[in-house]
């Protein structure tokens, strides 16, 4: 995980929300394939959205989507 602008992303109170992103195997289905696939991170991943406390306890994960949509949809997606 990168370091981000605190701005770019979302605040409850105290609580920073970042981005975050895991690998995975690769699925033999091409269709879940290209759903999962970073070009940035070129590899199949998974990203999901982590809540950080000041103290640096996680707080909140999202659920995970592929790895091709966009952290801004993610933000856009998730309900917190």
């Known amino acids: 995980m990168g370091t981000y602008p605190k701005s770019d ?3 409850v109170g105290e609580f920073a929300f970042f981005p975050a992103t ?3 195997q690769v699925p033999s289905s091409m269709k879940i394939k290209s759903a999962m ?3 940035y991170k070129s590899h199949v991943t998974y990203k999901g959205l ?3 406390a000041p103290s640096s306890a996680v707080t ?3 659920q995970l989507f592929g790895g091709s949509i966009s952290d801004k949809e993610i933000d ?3 309900v917190f």
């Open 76 to 78: 856009s997606v998730v």
């Open 9 to 11: 992303f979302p605040t």
């Open 37 to 39: 696939y970073s070009r």
């Open 22 to 24: 895991a690998h995975s």
């Open 60 to 62: 909140f994960i999202s």
């Open 50 to 52: 982590l809540g950080i």
